[in-house]
């Protein structure tokens, strides 16, 4: 359960930087993120590794801006027949003047295995990002802060609880730099670094660095008026290597 994390391409292509709020899949880890979506969106991805192809990812992701508040749906699902989780979240978000962010983000989780009953569980993250001036941004957020598990499987397996802090520094209009650094229950520290490049519309180059445990992410994306296109391969001395693509619509 703690190797699974869904979030979209563009978040994962930089190495998953969550705790900035910088784009819609970064309520991941950080709800506040939802406050940078400026316009309605729908988001789709799909994830697959290339050793373990029936092993995917599903997800969909709608975000509608209201002046100071936004609200969010999402819906994902990873595993195969003999094992799998569907996650229905709803996600709300509040900017306090210009500078700070606040988002919360209500979770259930469903958990099918062969050979057992289907269980389920709630939980709640809570985050906020802070801009502490024009180019840097600091953020914060907690995912399952009440430490929920699935209460009917034996041995109970847990959903995981992550603590993550991070700054993102837009140096220009076509780079962006993020790192943070996360704690999740029972695992080591994790640190990353992440770049975001845009040499020129529509196109973005992305790349990430993690380090516990060890992985390498890529990426690039396509944007056209109202629609864009992303792709991300990542290296993962667990699963090996994963490739993600996403699909978004903004009003």
């Known amino acids: 359960m703690y190797a699974q994390r869904p979030t979209g391409t563009t978040i994962t292509a930089t190495g998953m930087p969550t705790a900035t709020g910088t784009g819609p899949w970064s309520i991941s880890?950080?709800?506040?993120?939802?406050?940078?979506?400026?316009?309605?969106?729908?988001?789709?991805?799909?994830?697959?590794?290339?050793?373990?192809?029936?092993?995917?990812?599903?997800?969909?992701?709608?975000?509608?801006?209201?002046?100071?508040?936004?609200?969010?749906?999402?819906?994902?699902?990873?595993?195969?027949?003999?094992?799998?989780?569907?996650?229905?979240?709803?996600?709300?978000g509040k900017m306090f003047g210009s500078?700070?962010?606040?988002g919360m983000k209500f979770s259930y989780h469903q958990l099918g295995m062969a050979g057992y009953a289907g269980t389920g569980s709630f939980s709640v993250n809570l985050g906020l990002v802070y801009r502490v001036q024009e180019?840097?941004?600091?953020?914060?957020?907690?995912?399952?802060?009440?430490?929920?598990?699935?209460?009917?499987?034996?041995?109970?397996?847990?959903?995981?609880?992550?603590?993550?802090?991070?700054?993102?520094?837009?140096?220009s209009e076509q780079v962006l730099l993020e790192g943070m650094a996360e704690q999740q229950t029972e695992q080591p520290a994790d640190f990353r670094a992440c770049l975001s490049y845009r040499p020129a519309l529509p196109f973005t180059i992305r790349g990430g660095l993690a380090l516990h445990p060890l992985k390498h992410y890529a990426g690039f994306g396509f944007s056209m008026k109202s629609l864009s296109a992303d792709l991300t391969a990542c290296s993962d001395q667990i699963m090996g290597y994963r490739s993600q693509i996403n699909l978004s619509y903004v009003w």
């Open 99 to 102: 500078e700070l962010s606040i």
């Open 135 to 171: 180019k840097i941004s600091l953020g914060a957020y907690g995912v399952n802060l009440s430490q929920q598990q699935y209460p009917a499987v034996r041995a109970g397996i847990p959903i995981a609880s992550r603590y993550g802090f991070g700054i993102a520094w837009r140096s």
């Open 29 to 92: 880890g950080n709800p506040a993120g939802i406050c940078s979506i400026y316009q309605p969106s729908l988001s789709l991805q799909y994830s697959a590794a290339f050793n373990l192809p029936e092993i995917s990812t599903q997800e969909v992701l709608f975000i509608l801006p209201l002046n100071r508040n936004s609200i969010g749906i999402q819906l994902d699902r990873y595993g195969f027949s003999a094992f799998n989780q569907i996650t229905a979240g709803v996600i709300y």
